[in-house]
């Protein structure tokens, strides 16, 4: 399977944070051939070992999306809706949304004075319900959902989803599993994380477990590249980006150093990320136990958290060859960085 077959495949799925047992079920399908240990946890992460001597690596993606969650629904079967993650009632007007039943709605608003009224109580979901007693034959208060739109290729190289946040990072880890055989330098952990968009909550508890010598997060990043977009040096087409820092982890001085000499022998163009707003699950990796070495791949994405994440092949392509190169070089720790 091609990397653009993956990613079509994995965006259109359902997954909401807390829901991601459609993802996971494709992942299983697609890396099971080449994984020496295949596993899950209690909250719904999915670990992917490939054995290796020496330290241990973990690498996540994470496999839920930014949705909604029924909070009400009235008399004439209308549906109110809060948040699971972070998404703009804004954005999401217009939009359809999808449940896991297959059921489809549409989001709109109340009458309005002004737009800037508009927020998460002056909108509804439209299921096509004639009353309370139709609309509870198919949906519940606590049912989640996700936005509903197909995967396009914009122009060549040029993809269009929702959820690329992060089944783009999800569909790099599926290629870098299947590229890699023979032994490692280390052994690998790759670990499809649930929950992030609510707090980097799976990775806590995977990183826990696993408890990695060092850690990787793949993941999405913010663009400066689109008009008056607010000023940050990170573009689509130039390269994966190295996280230097988010809101969530200062990544470790020598994740970054091995990183970028591992990119720099390979020829690999990246970018350096500073992210002043959102995080990952490096958040919540570096964290664990007395503190784990972390670092990040960020692939430059326009649109984040809208139903038409945009991302380009040139920085997947070259994510897969970072983080293979990654994990066939023998990680050299931290000595000389923090000395005891
Ligand atoms: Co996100
Ligand atoms: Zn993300």
Redesign the pocket.
Known sequence: MTLKDTLKKLTEAYGPSGEEKEVSSLIIGMVKDNADDIFEDNLGNLFVVKKGKGPKVMISA?MDEIGIIVTHIDENGFLRIAPVGGISPRLLVGQRLRFNSGLIGTVYHEKLKELKELDWSKIYLDIGAENLESATKSVKIGDLACLDQPFKEQREGRYMAKSM??RAGCAVLVEVINRLNGELPQEACFVFSVQ?ELGLRGAKTAAYRYEPDFGLAV??TLVGDTPKAPTMAVSLGKGPAIKVKDSSVLCHPAVRRFMIDIADENCIPYQLEVLTRGG?DAGAIHLTREGVPSGAISIPCRYVHTASEVVDKIDLDYAVTLLEKLLLSTWPGTEGLYSR
Request: aromatic share 0%.
């Open positions: 994470h946040d992060d992030e993941d999405v990952t």
